[in-house]
């Protein structure tokens, strides 16, 4: 099931009243399934590409995994720093701009303790994609009130997946 988020139907989640047993899980139909978790996913348009940056952005995950309670545990980045130029992206899709050695297109992953916040971000048409899956709970009108906050942006769609 998937849902566009809006302001005012932005509830925090609670499943703690479902039962957690992978038998429930394997043994019953798709329809009598509890929620597993969510899947929170932002497209940000319009974005300050200023701060897609590794420093930025490690500041972004650390703040966000307060915000929603999460336990922030190892963290990557996939960018071109390093790589040789006949080896960089070239798609304006993959493709990021590098200022003084800073990639200014990054993919950032997050473990987190329940599992993965993931951000890519592309300087050249200014976009940002986070998603945050989880099985624990969080507010999702305080997630995306920072996130929006934090892209320095209106311009976004939100979506809600349920996991089961």
């Given amino acids: 099931m998937t849902e566009t988020v809006s302001?005012?139907?932005?509830?925090s989640y609670s499943w703690s009243d479902k039962p957690y047993g992978?038998?429930?899980?394997?043994d019953s139909p798709q329809e009598e399934r509890s929620r597993y978790g969510i899947h929170l996913l932002f497209d940000l348009h319009g974005c300050n590409a200023k701060k897609f940056n590794r420093d930025d952005l490690a500041e972004f995950f650390h703040e966000l995994c307060k915000v929603i309670n999460m336990d922030d545990e190892d963290f990557h980045f996939w960018d071109d720093v390093g790589?040789?130029?006949e080896e960089q992206q070239t798609d304006p899709k993959t493709k990021g701009t590098s200022i003084g050695g800073v990639c200014?297109?990054?993919?950032?992953?997050?473990?987190?303790?329940?599992?993965?916040?993931?951000?890519?971000?592309?300087?050249l048409i200014h976009t940002a994609y986070v998603d945050i899956f989880t099985c624990k709970d969080f507010d999702v009108a305080k997630a995306e009130k920072y996130v929006k906050n934090w892209f320095?942006?209106?311009?976004?769609?939100?979506?809600l997946v349920e996991r089961i």
């Fill in 22 to 26: 992978l038998d429930k899980y394997r």
């Fill in 83 to 85: 790589v040789p130029i």
């Fill in 104 to 123: 200014k297109k990054l993919v950032g992953l997050q473990f987190i303790l329940t599992s993965t916040i993931v951000i890519h971000t592309l300087d």
């Fill in 7 to 11: 302001k005012a139907s932005s509830p």
């Fill in 152 to 159: 320095e942006t209106d311009d976004c769609r939100v979506q």
